[in-house]
């Protein structure tokens, strides 16, 4: 088994090019290695092993539930593990979090025969990182993207008149926030699926942070925009929490304006404003990227036998 250390450069390794310019490799390294920690430990703690399988309910013995270093072709390993869609028991899949070398599509065939080791939880599909562009994978089915760049590159965009944030001092839009949401689900029906609102609790995380804004745009509350500081990818980021634009300021452009406010309002420069948004939200990705936001990755599925 590899050291969290180990695991960390190998998945500081796979990562986009662009990336590794925007922070000190060291201490990127540092955040990696803090994360892979509990990849080490859901791969040899029975006593964890067995909570989860309490939890869960989903059939199997604890030690199903341990992650699994396992080799995938001679010169790729892979760190697997059993997951479940928003903990629903009903939609297992596999989770590759870690690999030794960049996937490439050689290694679906091999990557899918690995995953039989979770073969008790019967998962339909599995999931792996690839920092290659879309365009890679087209054949496959996306799950989310992270879109990011430094926030001191961010905040020189232009900005609509009459568009601005204002810091959050109570969450009581958020009743506003989920009719906005009910709108759109009713005219897309696919986008409860790549999207949605953050609970009342998360939202007020956010507002006790300092980091959730109020949109207003022409005089009127307009959505919010807000970030929580954690570490993405081994980077110091600000991660995108909720970028929502209510019915009447929709369709107007305003989406990319909203990456370049939040830039405007976060302390640090140096940190990075980071996020994920589903493969298949066309619109949301168009107005991360025209923002300055570089599409620097994602997870794909592969169906499993």
């Known amino acids: 088994m590899p050291t969290a250390a180990e695991l960390a450069a190998f998945t500081l390794e796979v990562q986009h090019p662009t990336t590794h310019g925007w922070m000190d490799r060291a201490a990127r390294l540092g ?41 995938v072709t001679p010169d790729l390993h892979a760190m697997l593990s059993i997951r479940f869609e928003g903990l629903d028991v009903t939609k297992p899949f596999v989770d590759v979090s870690v690999t030794s070398r960049p996937v490439t599509r050689a290694d679906l065939p091999a990557l899918a025969d690995a995953a039989r080791v979770y073969a ?27 879109l990011a760049a430094p926030v001191e ?77 954690y570490p993405q990818l081994g980077l110091d980021a600000q991660v995108v929490q909720e970028l929502l634009l209510a019915p009447h300021a929709r369709g107007h452009g305003l989406g990319a304006a909203l990456s370049t406010l939040l830039a405007r309002h976060l302390p ?25 936001r570089h599409d620097v990755g994602g997870w794909w599925w592969v169906p499993l036998p």
Not at 33 to 38: G, K, L, V
Not at 274 to 285: F, V
């Open 268 to 292: 640090d420069p140096s940190q990075v404003l980071s996020g994920t948004i589903h493969g298949r939200n066309r619109g949301a990705l168009h107005a991360a990227t025209r923002a300055g």
């Open 153 to 229: 590159d961010l905040r020189g965009h232009p900005v609509p008149d009459r568009l601005t944030l204002v810091p959050t001092t109570t969450i009581a839009r958020h009743a506003d926030a989920q009719a906005a949401y009910d709108a759109v689900a009713a005219a897309h029906p696919h986008h409860p699926h790549e999207a949605r609102l953050l609970s009342a609790e998360d939202l007020q995380e956010c507002n006790d942070a300092g980091t959730m804004f109020d949109v207003h745009w022409r005089g009127a509350w307009a959505g919010y925009a807000g970030t929580l500081a």
């Open 120 to 146: 008790a939880f019967r998962p339909p599909r599995l999931r792996f990182w690839s920092a290659a562009p879309m365009g890679d994978w087209a054949d496959l089915d996306p799950d989310r993207r992270v």
């Open 31 to 71: 955040n990696l290695t803090e994360e892979h920690e509990f990849d080490l430990q859901l791969a040899t703690d029975l006593d964890l092993a067995a909570q989860r399988a309490k939890f869960l309910n989903a059939g199997p013995a604890a030690p199903a539930y341990l992650n699994a270093w396992t080799p």
